[in-house]
């Protein structure tokens, strides 16, 4: 079992066709270059870092993405580290339509896993 998120140099990070190194292939957002700075720098960056000491994003395993089930993790990261996107749109999974989209989202999966948890522990008691 994984226990959430193996992305941020875990066990799993990405490195863009420009170099740019992203926590995730799904989290377009950098700090470092690999063309410009080992990999052991990068992984010690502000950007792993702050990933790292976030994981798990959430105590319940079936909520362990930064962007879609717990999306002001991502945003934390991205602020604390002073990440900026990989590509023109990248940021909207932070705010505006999409953010909010997202929060919804993540709210609405954390009641449905919330409810399956509940059910799950009544048919261990019954």
């Known amino acids: 079992m994984t226990q959430g998120c193996i992305a941020g140099g875990r066990r ?3 490195v863009t066709a420009s170099g740019a190194v992203e926590p995730c292939a799904f989290v377009h957002f ?3 270059n690999i063309n410009e700075h080992s990999l052991e720098e990068i992984l010690r960056s502000p950007l792993f870092a702050a990933f790292q ?7 319940d ?7 879609i089930d ?3 993790a991502l945003r ?5 580290s ?5 590509h023109d749109l990248a940021d909207d999974v932070l705010k505006g339509e999409v953010g909010e989209q997202l929060d919804r989202r993540a709210a609405a999966w954390a009641a449905a896993t919330a409810e399956v948890r509940s059910r799950q ?3 261990t008691v019954s």
Do not use: N
């Open 12 to 14: 799993y990070f990405h």
């Open 30 to 32: 950098s700090t470092h």
């Open 53 to 59: 000491r976030r994981q798990p994003f959430c105590g």
């Open 61 to 67: 395993h079936l909520l362990p993405c930064p962007i």
């Open 70 to 72: 717990v999306p002001s």
């Open 76 to 80: 934390d990261i991205v602020a604390e």
């Open 82 to 86: 002073g990440a900026t996107p990989t």
């Open 121 to 123: 522990a009544w048919k």
